[in-house]
């Protein structure tokens, strides 16, 4: 009898160690789980991680060290944004630099296959030109500009750094650059003239007396 009480208290005992291992491994997957799911982008938005900097202060008990993140987000279709984060930490730096990121996106205007015409543009020490260039080209680009162009949506180009090396100048010049590119049409729309190979009203209704007038003769 004493032998059967023990054996049966010891399955219980084992079961109940199996029942909390196979609990705890069960949260654990669905811990993983959840970060993964909570890690997949959930939006068409992409980032760019193009610089970060460590900074450290020395205090009473040692050195207190701090994190700057520059991120570049785009949705590789016309759209883009720079951010910049600052934590203790470099996980949180990067995550407030895409926040700030994906608050300041600006449409830019690309084309198909390459910009629409050559631009320059200035941002404090830095100076960045962009010239169109033939299909198959693709990005030729120091690091800081081609991840800028890559996310907005760029597929052909040409460009130059010149001045200042700061990174977070020369992103902010090549932002400034793509911001100033207009498309032929927007440039007629917003000078009231019609867009070469389209007629205006008055050319179509020319066209149409004129024709008319030729069917009457006729």
Not at 19 to 43: E, I, L, T, V, Y
Not at 53 to 59: C, D
Not at 190 to 216: F, H, I, M, W, Y
């Amino acid at each position: 009898m004493a032998e059967n009480f023990k054996r049966q208290n010891n399955n219980r005992g084992g079961d109940a160690r199996n029942n909390r291992q196979g609990g705890q491994r069960g949260r654990r997957q669905g811990g993983r789980g959840r970060d993964q799911a909570d890690n997949q982008p959930k939006d068409n938005i992409s980032e760019k991680v193009i610089f970060i900097n460590r900074s450290a202060k020395v205090v009473k008990g040692g050195r207190r060290f701090s994190f700057s993140a520059f991120v570049v987000v785009g949705d590789k279709a016309g759209k883009v944004g720079l951010g910049m984060g600052k934590a203790n930490e470099v996980a949180s730096a990067i995550r407030k630099a895409n926040e700030k990121a994906r608050r300041q996106l600006v449409d830019v205007s690309v084309g198909d296959i390459t910009i629409p015409h050559e631009a320059l543009a200035t941002y404090d020490g830095a100076q960045v030109l962009l010239r169109p260039a033939s299909e198959g080209t693709g990005l030729i680009a120091g690091k800081t500009v081609r991840a800028v162009l890559e996310l907005a949506g760029v597929k052909n180009v040409l460009s130059k750094s010149l001045g200042s090396k700061n990174v977070g100048n020369v992103a902010k010049a090549t932002v400034s650059a793509l911001q100033g590119l207009r498309q032929l049409d927007e440039i007629y729309s917003a000078r009231g003239l019609p867009t070469p190979g389209k007629k205006s009203r008055s050319e179509n209704k020319d066209s149409e007396s004129v024709s008319s007038a030729e069917v009457v003769s006729a």
